[in-house]
């Protein structure tokens, strides 16, 4: 997939500077989740305390 800082700053709604991060993370092979992370582009998962499951959407695998 290409990736172009104007189809990045589209897609998270983010300035070039960060679009460009984001770019420049996956072209170092960090996976998409960690990339977004890195480049501020999405916050971490928050947890409960008390548990070790993150508020996130199911994958559909069993724990």
Known sequence: MIRTVANVM???GCDA?????YIDLRDEGYSQHQA???AGL???PEFDVGTRAAHSEPT???A
Do not use: K
């Not at 500077?17 to 991060?21: C, G, L, N, Y």
């Open 10 to 12: 589209q897609r998270y």
């Open 17 to 21: 500077e960060r679009a460009q991060r």
């Open 36 to 38: 977004l992370l890195m």
């Open 42 to 44: 999405a916050d971490p």
């Open 60 to 62: 559909g695998r069993q």
